[in-house]
């Protein structure tokens, strides 16, 4: 299945590029190493989101069980490292989480709706290129481990967008969502010439 004939994904502008998956299935190791690094990323988001609003009760409650199954998740993606002969090592970031989150506005409330609406775009991202990995990845055991990945990062933007129209007006949270979903778009519109799971 190629990526333009990959099912649409929720909240996402534009599919990815099948140059995407031919470069990341030629740099398999690599993006091993860098979904290792976005697990624990990913972790952190929640975290740090229950850190900045320790009173919005659901929030801390949703992204409790989120940053559980992130760090599961670093664990399960460092096992495979392991399993490769992959060592853990720092690799340079591409622009798409910097600038996404140079979109956060500062004031609150503002801020804190598109803190969760950039976790959601990522997740959806995140869903969708992990579904194009399972499709094409040459080892079998791998591309089954990425399709059992898929409805975790599905249930993730899910709950992004679920926190959202919690403590937001949904026609707010619509329009905000368009406006940082075609960003997102934009910021993979030239594929980055390095491998990353957000590339």
């Known amino acids: 299945m190629t990526a333009a004939s990959f099912p649409k994904i929720k909240f996402l502008k534009i599919p990815t590029s099948p140059a995407w998956v031919e470069q990341a299935i030629a740099n398999l190791d690599i993006i091993l190493l860098d979904h290792s690094h976005c697990e624990r990323k990913a972790a952190g988001v929640a975290i740090n989101l229950m850190f900045r609003y320790p009173s919005s009760v659901k929030l801390i409650k949703e992204l409790t069980a989120i940053a559980k199954e992130e760090l599961e998740h670093f664990e399960q993606v460092n096992q495979w490292l392991e399993r490769r002969g992959v060592p853990l090592a720092p690799l340079s970031a591409p622009p798409y989480g910097t600038r996404l989150n140079q979109q956060v506005r500062r004031d609150e409330p503002q801020r804190m709706l598109d803190l969760l609406l950039v976790s959601g775009l990522i997740e959806a991202r995140s869903h969708e290129r992990l579904g194009l990995l399972s499709q094409s990845c040459p080892d079998p055991e791998l591309a089954k481990f990425y399709r059992g990945l898929m409805a975790s990062e599905a249930r993730h933007y899910g709950i992004y967008w679920g926190l959202a129209t919690t403590y937001f007006e949904l ?28 590339s």
């Open 171 to 198: 026609e707010i949270v619509t329009k905000r969502l368009e406006e940082l979903a075609t960003v997102e778009s934009e910021l993979l519109s030239t594929l980055y010439p390095e491998p990353r799971i957000h």
